[in-house]
């Protein structure tokens, strides 16, 4: 069982930065590829970024590249999201997620455990 919180999220005015953060319960968090989501109001849930166990690969949705990193401690059981230049677009809830092996995209839909998310909204 791992569980996932997250925190970070908050209100920010357009162009600026936050930092999301998700820390696990659990000592197999090492052996989990991690992954963040976000969902608007209205829209479907979508794909930001992931990470491998390692933190040696990561991978990223075409609207966030650039602009996101994804990385991870290990020895501190959490998963990090930096989110720099925010536009209005990205308002949204960020949900971190956990995964055995490597996935990409709309796979992670379909992860094994889930956070309650952390609100982002942007101002423009």
């Known amino acids: 069982q791992v569980q996932l919180v997250e925190s970070g999220g908050g209100l920010v005015q357009a162009g600026g930065s936050l930092r999301l953060s998700c820390v696990a319960s659990?000592?197999?968090?090492?052996?989990?590829?991690m992954a963040w989501l976000r969902q608007a109001p209205g829209k479907e849930r979508e794909f930001v970024a992931a990470?491998?166990?390692?933190?040696?690969?990561?991978y990223y949705a075409d609207s966030v590249k650039g602009r996101f990193t994804i990385s991870r401690d290990n020895a501190k059981n959490t998963v990090y999201l930096q989110m720099n230049s925010l536009k209005p677009e990205d308002t949204a809830v960020y949900y971190c997620?956990?995964?055995?092996?490597?996935?990409?995209?709309?796979?992670?839909?379909?992860?094994?455990?889930w956070g309650q998310g952390t609100q982002v909204t942007v101002s423009s």
């Open positions: 997620a956990a995964a055995k092996g490597w996935r990409y995209g709309s796979r992670w839909y379909e992860a094994d455990y």
């Open positions: 659990g000592r197999a968090f090492s052996t989990y590829s």
């Open positions: 990470v491998s166990w390692s933190g040696g690969s990561t």
